[in-house]
C-alpha cells in the first residue's frame, strides 16, 4: 500500500502573496479528488508534490521518505499527465514512447518494447502506435498521455484537468481508464469539474485560495447536507434581495427560468427540500 503524506504545506510566490496555506492531505492507493475553481491553488500543490518547487515551511513524505529533500526518490515512482502537452511533430506513438521511456531510464530495449506494446493496449492505442501524435484526436492524445504517464511503472500518477476539451463519450472512456489503472497505485485528480469526481474518485478535498475548504468521503461530505438543502425558482429581477438574505450556493436555468439552491438548518419560506448533490457540496464549502 502506498501512502503520500502532504503534512502542513506552505508556499507564497512573493511576501505578500501564500498560494498554499497550510495544507495537510494523506493519500492512500485509489482515486483521490482534488477540487477546486481556476486560481485555488491546485497546480501549485501539484507542482510542490512533484519537487518543481519547494515549500515554504511542511513536509511531503511519499511511502514514508521526505520526497522534499530528496525530490529523486520521488521521480522514480512518478507519473504526471498534464492537461495539455506538446509533441514531436513527424513521430508515431510507438517511437514516441520509446523515447520518453529511455528518458525515464527503462531499459533495455525489449523490456520497453514489452512495456510499450502493453501500455498501447491498455490505453486502446495498438492500432495506431505506427500513427503520428501529432495527428491524434483530443481523446486519443489524452490516451496516450496516460500511457506516457505510467511508463517506469509508477506508484504514484498526477493527472492535472485531464478531461478539459474531451466529448462526454471520450471522457467516460477516459474516466474508466483512470479508475483501472487507480486499484494498485496512488492518483491524484486534479480538476475544476465535479463530475470527474463524483465518479472516480473515494476521497476527495477542495481547496479554495490555497487552503483546504473540506476533505472526506464524497458520500460523507453529501450525508453532512442531508435536510439541509433547499431549491425553488424566481423572478430574476429579486436574485440581489434573495443574495442578501439567504445563504444562497448555487443559480441555475431551467428552461429559461432561474432556480435558485439555498443552504439553511430550516425550511426557509417559499422553498421545496433538495436531494443534496456533489455539486451543492463543492458550492457550499466555496461559500464559506
Known amino acids: 500500500m502506498n501512502k503520500l503524506l502532504i503534512d502542513k504545506i506552505s508556499l507564497s510566490y512573493r511576501k505578500d502573496v501564500k498560494v498554499l496555506d497550510n495544507i495537510s492531505l494523506e493519500i492512500s492507493n485509489g482515486m483521490f479528488g482534488l477540487l477546486g475553481p481556476n486560481g485555488a491553488g491546485k497546480s501549485s500543490l501539484m507542482r510542490t508534490i512533484v519537487g518543481l518547487q519547494k515549500p515554504d515551511e511542511g513536509r511531503i513524505l511519499f511511502n514514508e521518505q521526505d520526497v522534499v529533500a530528496r525530490p529523486g526518490v520521488l521521480h522514480k515512482q512518478l507519473g504526471f499527465l498534464p492537461q495539455d502537452f506538446g509533441v514531436y511533430p513527424k513521430v508515431s506513438a510507438y517511437n514516441l514512447l520509446d523515447h520518453l521511456a529511455v528518458l525515464k531510464g527503462v531499459g533495455p530495449a525489449a523490456v520497453r518494447k514489452k512495456q510499450i506494446l502493453s501500455l498501447l493496449e491498455k490505453v486502446n492505442l495498438a492500432a495506431f502506435r505506427h500513427k503520428e501524435v501529432h495527428t491524434f484526436s483530443g481523446g486519443m492524445r489524452q490516451r496516450f498521455g496516460v500511457a506516457q504517464a ?15 476539451g474531451l466529448d462526454p463519450e471520450e471522457r467516460n472512456r477516459f474516466n474508466l481508464l483512470l479508475s483501472e489503472i487507480s486499484e494498485n497505485i496512488v492518483v491524484i485528480l486534479s480538476t475544476h469539474l465535479v463530475e470527474d469526481v463524483r465518479n472516480l474518485c473515494s476521497q476527495m478535498a477542495i481547496i479554495r485560495n490555497g487552503r483546504v475548504q473540506a476533505l472526506g468521503r464524497p458520500s460523507e461530505m453529501l450525508a453532512l447536507l442531508k435536510g439541509k438543502i433547499w431549491t425553488r425558482a424566481i423572478d430574476t429581477t429579486a436574485l440581489p434581495a434573495y443574495l442578501s438574505s439567504h445563504q444562497v450556493i448555487s443559480q441555475q436555468l431551467i428552461e429559461k427560468s432561474l432556480h435558485i439552491t439555498v443552504y439553511a438548518e430550516d425550511l426557509p419560506a417559499g422553498f421545496s427540500p433538495a436531494e443534496p448533490v456533489l455539486e451543492h457540496v463543492y458550492f457550499h464549502s466555496l461559500s464559506l
Open 150 to 164: 505510467l511508463l517506469g511503472n509508477p506508484q504514484l500518477v498526477i493527472a492535472d484537468e485531464p478531461t478539459a
